[in-house]
């Protein structure tokens, strides 16, 4: 493309005049030219872009300095191949041609940060994105003996198992002092320079930028609709929680009218409250349905984990993992070197890799997180044989929903227990609100976090949030939507919101509350398809190749049309809806309505806990220790004075 095409194009007396404007308007009115065009367009593509997914990868799996400059040198790389393509596609004038041609041409036209014009800003941002991803995944919190602790396995362990106040609290504290004050400075910085590039991309500032990926007018409306229509449900599993919490923890640290302290709901974020079902379960004599227990009793390694997975995919019908995938993903956490640790999949452009790069603990959470990533594998797949610019998802809330579709189905019980994973399962009332607790304390609890991740970022980017107020502004929001309050008082030398890891990764969130809508229409949508009848709670589309077909369906479409058309295809509607989210819940929902019937929806902003005691206990001791010898020491120094 980049020679080739230029010269055709030019030998035609074809002329931009403005090369680096994406709203450059050229005036070659051949079709078939630039269909030509794009097809050279694409095999340099997928070479450019594997190229630069391979630096990152090698730095991510193995974070060095030198592996640092080499991603910085190939991003700097891939920049410019970007800029020369949009000059390129900008010599069109597409007003007469297809709705295909001009959707690629359109879309070769934004370039994300490859827009920033001065390059000594470019390899700024990008060096500034490296250090915020390598002090996040190198973070660690050390206890004053032992060994120090990094997020994944430990921290995450003792988030989820502790029941202990202050030793959570610890836990909670020390990961954000690691990963948090130390990144404001880049953070701020990031803000300025993603802000100029979304203006070189013809975007008021980078939230609307990041807005413009969903293509319709109305979109923050439409989730602030789901949204509304969704937080009577999360009231009540609050107020719920919020009561068992305060039978544990006592009214030293929990209101019944007040907010839940942050560090005390099984997750580092509070975003997911699974890891506390122990604590809340409605129906403590019914069977478990945490196959924690059971994956480890049975020696699950991270491979047959996988491999669960892999089935589950191939029992529709859908593509299987690659050869290539088992050889390269990176499965477990290496113990010679550092890596990202947090999960994500990888689509490296050349039709072949496809991977996976996950810490994997021997947990039902990371069983669901191999889900999640392996459907985004599935995308990868079904979409790979479009051009390059197709192959995303038909929104970025799509591309999340297709392995946690998947894992509705799988966390079913009866599903559970057919793979092996469950030892026992009752069939009856009590059993079912069991199982909708636990996936409301997932998919519920999860609602308000997944909202307001990016409500905080879209007012970082407009301007109205401040550094001034960075942090106080994020917990506004935390405990506005999620009803939740930090264990102690924070303040502008904290930067919590750099304790999330798609913060410092520059990473949108609105896809993943995207997705928890989705993923119930597909669901939904996929059960019909199997033939299921009765609660859509029960259903499981193992092994039904219609449900497979439906979905891979809509997927190999990958971002060839607008979104409301791909849902169309699986759903056979073109709007977002909670109603089969709510169907799927409505048991739970009449539950809990009738278990908080004395209870206070809802919580007072204001309220805040007692502080908890200093953890651990030795630290108590040596903490006492030094106030008593100052103390003895004072009045020494007292008695002698002369
Ligand atoms: C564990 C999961 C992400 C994901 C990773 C890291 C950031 C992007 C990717 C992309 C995929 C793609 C994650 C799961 C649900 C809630 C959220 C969380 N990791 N990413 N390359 N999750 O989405 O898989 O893999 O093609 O866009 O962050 O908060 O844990
Ligand atoms: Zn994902």
Redesign the pocket.
């Known amino acids: 493309m980049a020679v080739r095409g230029s010269i055709v194009l030019l030998l035609l007396g074809i002329f931009c005049y403005l090369p680096s404007s994406s709203r450059c308007q050229g005036t070659n009115t051949n079709e078939t030219q630039a269909i030509q065009w794009l097809a050279e367009y694409n095999e340099l593509a997928m070479k450019a872009y594997f190229e630069s997914t391979v630096a990152s990868w090698s730095y991510q799996t193995d974070i060095t300095d030198q592996n640092e400059q080499a991603m910085i040198d190939a991003n700097v790389k891939v920049a410019a191949f970007a800029k020369e393509a949009r000059t390129n596609a900008s010599l069109f004038d597409m007003t007469n041609f297809s709705y295909d041609t001009k959707r690629q041409l359109s879309k070769l036209k934004t370039i994300g940060d490859a827009a920033i014009e001065d390059q000594d800003k470019l390899e700024e941002l990008n060096n500034v994105l490296a250090g915020m991803e390598s002090r996040y995944s190198k973070g660690k919190v050390c206890p004053e003996d032992g060994e120090c602790l990094s997020l994944e396995p430990g921290l995450t362990r003792i988030m989820s198992k502790s029941r202990n106040y202050a030793e959570l609290n610890w836990a909670w504290q020390g990961w954000r002092e690691a990963v948090g004050p130390s990144a404001k400075e880049d953070y701020k910085r990031y803000v300025e320079l993603k802000n100029i590039a979304s203006v070189a991309n013809g975007y008021a500032n980078n939230g609307d930028y990041w807005k413009s990926w969903y293509e319709v007018d109305d979109f923050t409306d439409q989730l602030e609709n789901l949204y509304q229509e969704l937080s009577p449900l999360y009231d009540n599993l609050h107020a719920y929680v919020r009561r068992k919490l305060y039978d544990i923890y006592g009214s030293d640290y929990i209101s019944l009218k007040g907010p839940i302290p942050a560090h005390i709901l099984g997750n580092m974020w509070s975003?997911s409250w699974l890891n506390i079902l122990d604590l809340v379960l409605p129906y403590k004599d019914a069977s478990s349905i945490d196959v924690t227990p059971v994956l480890v009793r049975e020696g699950y390694d991270a491979r047959r984990m996988f491999n669960v997975s892999d089935e589950f995919f191939g029992s529709l019908g859908l593509k299987k993992m690659t050869p290539e995938f088992w050889a390269e993903s990176m499965i477990e956490k290496p113990d010679d070197r550092e890596v990202v640790c947090?999960?994500?999949?990888?689509?490296f452009s050349n039709q072949i890799d496809f991977r996976i790069k996950q810490c994997t603990d021997i947990t039902m959470d990371d069983f669901i997180?191999i889900h999640?990533?392996m459907g985004?594998i599935e995308y990868y797949l079904q979409y790979k044989d479009l051009p390059v610019v197709y192959r995303g998802g038909a929104n970025?809330g799509f591309?999340?929903a297709v392995g946690d579709t998947l894992a509705l189905s799988v966390s079913t019980p009866k599903h559970l227990k057919a793979v092996g994973l469950l030892d026992e399962v009752q069939d009856d009332y009590e059993a079912d609100i069991n199982f909708l607790m636990s996936m409301a304390l997932d998919k519920i609890a999860f609602l308000p976090f997944g909202y307001l991740m990016d409500k905080w970022r879209w007012a970082v980017f407009d301007g109205t949030i401040t550094p001034e107020n960075f942090n106080a502004e994020w917990w506004k929001l935390r405990t506005q939507y999620q009803g939740i309050v930090p264990p102690t008082p924070r303040t502008e030398a904290n930067f919590d919101p750099a304790a999330k890891?798609?913060i410092p990764?520059d990473?949108p969130y609105i896809r993943?509350f995207v997705s928890h809508i989705l993923q119930f229409q597909f669901h939904k949508a996929m059960c019909e398809a199997a033939g299921h009848t009765g609660d859509l709670l029960k259903c499981d589309v193992y092994n039904s190749q219609e449900a497979g077909k439906l979905l891979g369906d809509m997927l190999k479409m990958g971002e060839s049309k607008e979104w409301p058309e791909a849902l169309e295809k699986i759903t056979g509607n073109r709007t977002m809806t909670a109603q089969p989210l709510l169907d799927y819940f409505q048991p739970l929902i009449s539950w809990l309505e009738e278990q908080n019937s004395g209870e206070q929806l809802g919580w007072a902003e204001a309220w805040t806990p007692n502080e908890p005691p200093v953890w651990p206990s030795s630290a108590i001791s040596a903490h006492q220790t030094s106030v008593w010898a100052s103390v003895v020491l004072a009045s020494l120094v007292i008695f002698f004075k002369p």
């Open positions: 975003q947090h999960a994500s999949a990888w689509d997180t999640h990533e985004h970025p591309h999340e890891y798609h990764s990473t993943y």
